[in-house]
């Protein structure tokens, strides 16, 4: 156990008084939902790059933030330090988990103008389904543990004790180092279809984790291990890649792309860039993709405009994902030069109805063309769509209906027929 966990600890054990007073001990039977635990990184840091008053007014917009945007029937509480209580009645834990993940990310967006520059911070939260029974203290003390590991793993993150079906909590680095060794923890790939050529040009490297029971997990349901690279875990993408790397470095016209995260596009460890040299030491850069997900939340865009720079110096792709939702947006896009656009999902879904969709993939080909861009359209999971987006003039296509994520070796063998 390290200091950060038992520091969390000993502070859900304060928290549980306030616990007491958000959730009355007559109601405590018949309480029946989902409590969270929101936790602001990197407080110190904050005060430290910043000063008190700005700190201050930053937790206060997150706090209005959240408050705006939490679930009907939901009760939000500070809870000092950066902390805040979040009392989900009558929520399972799928919806708390929506609630939680879009809370996160509209709390981390808020933003205080300092002198220091713009102050930001990413949450971590830990969230508890609370059996109907469940004493108020415990079900506090094991939302603090939940924020505990997501802080562990660098924080920037929701932990669910669910999360892991097989040891009902998120798996310690132990686990991850075992999952690797086994192979249970391994990238699978989904082709990306060069829709005009029809042939595969790239692959999408997902990570899964395959149960006892043969079910694969995806990683938002265990643990995103590559959203913050701990340093001691630098090995990990190349590890993860090893055995990609072999049989894409055979075909040099294949690319390959791994998803990253804010944390590690701006995190500690992007200025060393470790894990890159690392990967370039099995791959050659033009053989390599970064996407940058949607949920990165960039608390440092400097950073990680840097660091999409000196990918790009190297020869490396970079790749916005889930573009048109959420923070993979046009602001994202107007200030970091990338290469690919991947359209989210939700596009492709829209084609055929009332022809909005249509037209905005028609103007998002032009801009993307006018800035040198290649458009990726996701999602794609039947022929008409398939027609459609080609038809656009779309470059690069992925989904179900051109291919399904699966080991490598179930690709390798059908990377030269035509899709
Ligand atoms: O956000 P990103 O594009 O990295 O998401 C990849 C995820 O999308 C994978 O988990 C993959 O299983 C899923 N996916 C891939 N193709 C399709 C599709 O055609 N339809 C849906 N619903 N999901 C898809
Ligand atoms: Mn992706």
């Avoid at 949920?295 to 865009?301: D, N």
């Amino acid at each position: 156990m390290n200091a950060a966990l038992l520091i969390s600890l000993a502070l859900a054990v304060a928290l549980g008084f306030l616990a007491a007073r958000l959730w009355p001990r007559r109601g405590v039977r018949r309480y029946d939902g989902c409590l969270a635990l929101i936790d602001v990184d990197d407080l110190r840091a904050l005060v430290e790059e910043h000063d008190y008053d700005v700190s201050m007014r930053l937790l206060q917009r997150i706090h209005d933030a959240l408050r705006r945007a939490m679930p009907p029937g939901a009760r939000l509480q500070k809870a000092g330090e950066g902390r805040f209580v979040l009392c989900m009645p009558k929520m399972t834990l799928a919806e708390a988990t929506e609630s939680v993940e879009a809370l996160r990310r509209i709390g981390g967006q808020a933003l205080i103008g300092g002198t220091a520059g713009t102050a930001m911070r990413t949450l971590s939260a830990g969230l508890i389904q609370v059996p109907a029974n469940e004493p108020h203290s415990r079900a506090i003390l094991r939302c603090g543990t939940e924020v505990a590991r997501a802080k562990a793993f660098g924080g920037d993150r929701l932990r669910s004790g669910q999360d892991w079906p097989s040891c009902g909590a998120t798996p310690t680095l132990a686990e991850i180092e075992a999952g690797l060794a086994t192979g249970a923890l391994r990238y699978h790939v989904q082709p990306i279809i060069d829709l005009a050529g029809g042939h595969v040009a790239g692959l999408e490297a997902l990570l899964r984790w395959t149960q006892p029971d043969g079910t694969l997990v995806e990683p938002g349901k265990f643990v995103d291990v590559l959203e913050r690279i701990p340093n001691h875990l630098v090995d990990l993408l190349p590890r993860l890649l090893e055995h990609l790397a072999d049989s894409l470095v055979a075909r040099p016209g294949l690319f390959v792309t791994i998803n990253i995260t804010g944390a590690v596009m701006d995190g500690p460890n992007s200025g060393s860039c470790l894990w890159l040299q690392e990967v370039l030491r099995r791959l050659p850069p033009d053989q390599l993709v970064v996407e940058i997900v949607e949920s990165a939340v960039i608390a440092r865009p400097a950073r990680a405009q840097d660091l999409v720079t000196r990918l790009r110096a190297q020869g490396v792709r970079v790749a916005l994902d889930d573009f048109g939702t959420g923070l993979s947006n046009l602001d994202r896009l107007r200030k970091m030069e990338v290469d690919i656009l991947k359209m989210d999902r939700g596009f492709v879904a829209g084609l055929g109805g009332d022809g909005r969709e249509e037209v905005i993939l028609r103007n998002l080909v032009r801009m993307t063309q006018e800035l040198g861009i290649s458009l990726c359209a996701e999602g794609i999971e039947d022929e008409t769509q398939r027609a459609t987006v080609a038809g656009l003039g779309i470059r690069y296509g992925q989904g179900f209906h051109l291919g399904r994520p699966a080991p490598v070796e179930e690709w390798i063998g059908r990377l030269d027929a035509p899709v």
